[in-house]
C-alpha cells in the first residue's frame, strides 16, 4: 500500500493525502478508528518509523515499528543470513 501511495504522489496526490490512504482512510473504512489510523491519546500507538521517506520504495528504510505499542522485532532469518554471508566474504576478499 504504501508503494501505491507513493506513486500516487508521484502523480499529483500531496505527501499528506497520500499518507492519510494508508492510515486514517482504511480505519475509517473498517469501522476502527476510534482505536488506530491517526496519533492521538488514547488510540493504539501502531506505527512504524521510517529512516527515509515511506511513501518512497528506494529511500523507505524501516528502523522500529510498533503495533498496540508493543515493538516488533524486525529482525529475521534473512537478515541475519545478509549479516553473515557479508562479513564472510568482505573478509575473504581482502
Same mark, same amino acid.
Given at each position: 500500500m504504501g508503494f501505491q501511495a507513493g506513486t500516487a504522489a508521484g502523480h499529483g496526490l500531496t505527501k499528506e493525502e497520500a499518507l492519510m490512504a494508508?492510515?486514517?482512510?482504511?480505519?475509517?473504512?473498517?469501522?476502527?478508528? %476510534?482505536?488506530?489510523g491517526t496519533l492521538e491519546d488514547n488510540k493504539d500507538a501502531t506505527l512504524f518509523i521510517s529512516g527515509g521517506d515511506a511513501l518512497d520504495m528506494t529511500g523507505n %528504510?524501516?528502523?522500529?515499528a510498533f503495533i498496540q505499542g508493543r515493538r516488533i522485532d524486525l529482525d529475521n532469518y534473512q537478515?541475519?543470513? !545478509?549479516?553473515? !554471508?557479508?562479513? %564472510? !566474504? %568482505?573478509?575473504?576478499?581482502e
Open positions: 494508508v492510515t486514517s482512510a482504511p480505519a475509517r473504512i473498517l469501522g476502527i478508528d %476510534k482505536q488506530c %528504510k524501516l528502523e522500529m537478515k541475519e543470513l !545478509y549479516r553473515r !554471508y557479508l562479513m %564472510k !566474504y %568482505k573478509l575473504g576478499s
